[in-house]
């Protein structure tokens, strides 16, 4: 019998009414809670949250400052000394109780030059940094480290940004003489004239509170960060300064109340105060994990179909060649299930929550072709690990109880924080579920706070390396299953 008419008889085995309504109810878990779940979701800004910044790559980013600012032409440049650099932290832990000094490690103040006020357009800038000394970032991604150390009028920091064309370089020094390059950046298409002056921003306050057996919740609070600058020099200029924020700021109470983000200048020392962040956006991933409620759910389904179907098999002693076509038909069933339920869920589930005014990061036809093929292939390949084991330990119960503990529930419970990011982390690395790292959407930047765990939609292996061990997985178990079935011949002869 040739491989084609072997898999053709073995679909046909496959394809029983009881296997076909269970497919259909996993696809039909992933597609309805998916769009219950998104559908439900609205925005919590009062009309609407406004658009999210987009790049000129078409990423969204953060990019929100106070900006003192002014023309500057195609050849300039602007040199400030910075004596101070502090900030406010609303309601920290551990009680939550108060207001209190200080700045978060991401806090920025410095000088920039940005192509016009748009939030989301090319810029570089020298900056003093909360906890990391003097960075020269550009274009939301480019973080180049400068000197360390903190800066204070007895150890002020001179920064100087120079434009010559397109070229942007940034340069500090400790005294004004002596100047030392930290980077250079080239801005494709920068207008004649750009925008240049000094700005403040700082990043909320995120900390983790405990739950659960280990897990962790995170936490953000308003922050604010001032910057004290003179010795104010810029040449090439081509307009009187303005001040104004980049993004919406002045909203909240402290800054209502007590100290607004704004510029302010007296006797030649200019105090910028500021709230925001200037960088990649780094909690995309959340986004795509909130179309997919009902992925565990489908994938527990399909783990007992599958051992099921596979503690059919080693009832019959089927030979090795049939075993290999049904374990197809099990990935091929899986596999349809998958890209059915989640091209389904994923763009309308992403249409739904931007319907009810959800900022919804922009995902690229790739990314989501990405997502979507490679859940269905994920799917495909847990299903022939939970065939294999029931050929394998030829008890239904035992193969099923097996493959959920093995392959569902990794994936299920590091989705929540239950456990500590560290045991996550290992369960991701080391079983099945890795398989599931197809879906991230999330990239770790170093100069971007967030919570790079599971449950916030961050895994600890690349996709490619998840989806190739889950392949290893599924390779072992399909030989382990026909050399036992092979013995079990052998024995019976």
């Known amino acids: 019998m040739s491989t084609t008419e072997l898999l053709r008889r073995e679909w046909t085995a496959f394809r029983r009414p009881g296997r076909l309504i269970a497919l259909a109810?996993?696809?039909?878990?992933?597609?309805?809670?998916?769009?219950?779940?998104?559908?439900?979701?609205?925005?919590?800004?009062?009309?609407?949250?406004?658009?999210?910044?987009?790049?000129?790559?078409?990423?969204?980013?953060?990019?929100?400052?106070?900006?003192?600012?002014?023309?500057?032409g195609r050849e300039g440049d602007i040199t400030v000394r910075m004596t101070s650099m502090t900030g406010t932290i609303t309601y920290p832990p551990p009680k939550h109780d108060r207001i209190v000094s200080g700045l978060v490690p991401w806090a920025k103040a410095g000088i920039i030059v940005k192509d016009g006020m748009r939030q989301g357009s090319q810029y570089a800038a020298l900056m003093m940094t909360g906890g990391h000394g003097v960075r020269f970032q550009h274009d939301y991604r480019n973080d180049v480290a400068g000197r360390a150390g903190d800066v204070s009028a007895q150890s002020p920091r001179w920064l100087r940004l120079t434009r010559s064309g397109n070229t942007i370089t940034g340069s500090e020094s400790a005294d004004g003489r002596q100047w030392h390059t930290?980077?250079?950046?080239?801005?494709?298409?920068?207008?004649?004239?750009?925008?240049?002056?000094?700005?403040a921003t700082s990043p909320g306050d995120l900390t983790l509170r405990k739950t659960g057996l280990g897990g962790a919740i995170e936490e953000a609070r308003f922050t604010q960060a001032v910057g004290v600058f003179d010795n104010v020099t810029v040449n090439g200029a081509t307009s009187?300064?303005?001040s104004d924020p980049i993004g919406q700021m002045n909203h909240t109470d402290w800054e209502k109340h007590h100290n607004a983000s704004g510029a302010v200048e007296k006797d030649g020392v200019i105090t910028v105060s500021g709230t925001g962040d200037i960088g990649p956006l780094g909690e995309g991933a959340r986004i795509v994990d909130k179309t997919l409620p009902g992925l565990p759910i489908?994938?527990?389904?399909?783990?007992?179909?599958?051992?099921?179907?596979?503690t059919r098999t080693a009832g019959e002693a089927a030979c090795r060649q049939v075993i290999v076509a049904r374990?197809?038909?099990?990935?091929?069933?899986?596999f349809v299930t998958g890209l059915v339920a989640v091209g389904?869920?994923?763009?309308?589930?992403?249409?739904?929550?931007?319907?009810?005014?959800?900022?919804?990061?922009?995902?690229?036809?790739?990314?989501?072709?990405?997502?979507?093929?490679?859940?269905?292939?994920?799917?495909?390949?847990?299903?022939?690990?939970?065939?294999?084991?029931?050929?394998?330990?030829?008890?239904?119960?035992?193969?099923?109880?097996?493959?959920?503990?093995?392959?569902?529930?990794?994936?299920?419970?590091?989705?929540?924080?239950?456990?500590?990011?560290?045991?996550?982390?290992?369960?991701?690395?080391l079983t099945p579920a890795a398989g599931f790292a197809v879906k991230q959407t999330m990239v770790e930047y170093p100069q971007v706070t967030a919570h790079y765990a599971p449950s916030a939609g961050y895994f600890p292996l690349?996709?490619?390396?998840?989806?190739?061990?889950?392949?290893?997985?599924?390779?072992?178990s399909i030989l382990i299953a026909v050399g036992r079935e092979q013995a079990e011949k052998t024995d019976r002869r």
């Open 25 to 72: 109810a996993a696809a039909f878990a992933v597609i309805a809670l998916g769009l219950l779940f998104t559908l439900n979701v609205r925005s919590s800004c009062p009309g609407g949250c406004p658009a999210a910044p987009v790049a000129g790559d078409g990423s969204v980013v953060s990019d929100q400052f106070w900006f003192q600012h002014r023309d500057l």
């Open 182 to 199: 930290v980077a250079a950046a080239t801005l494709h298409g920068l207008p004649d004239t750009v925008q240049v002056g000094l700005f």
């Open 240 to 242: 009187k300064w303005g």
């Open 298 to 310: 489908a994938l527990i389904i399909l783990v007992i179909v599958a051992a099921r179907y596979g």
């Open 327 to 334: 374990a197809l038909v099990v990935a091929g069933a899986g």
């Open 344 to 429: 389904i869920v994923l763009p309308a589930g992403l249409a739904g929550l931007e319907s009810n005014g959800t900022v919804v990061p922009s995902l690229p036809a790739l990314t989501g072709a990405r997502v979507i093929i490679g859940l269905a292939a994920v799917l495909a390949l847990c299903a022939v690990v939970a065939f294999a084991l029931g050929v394998r330990l030829h008890r239904g119960w035992s193969a099923i109880l097996t493959g959920v503990s093995l392959i569902a529930l990794p994936y299920a419970v590091t989705a929540f924080p239950l456990l500590s990011d560290t045991v996550s982390d290992w369960l991701l690395r």
């Open 462 to 476: 690349p996709g490619w390396a998840g989806l190739t061990l889950l392949c290893a997985y599924a390779a072992v």
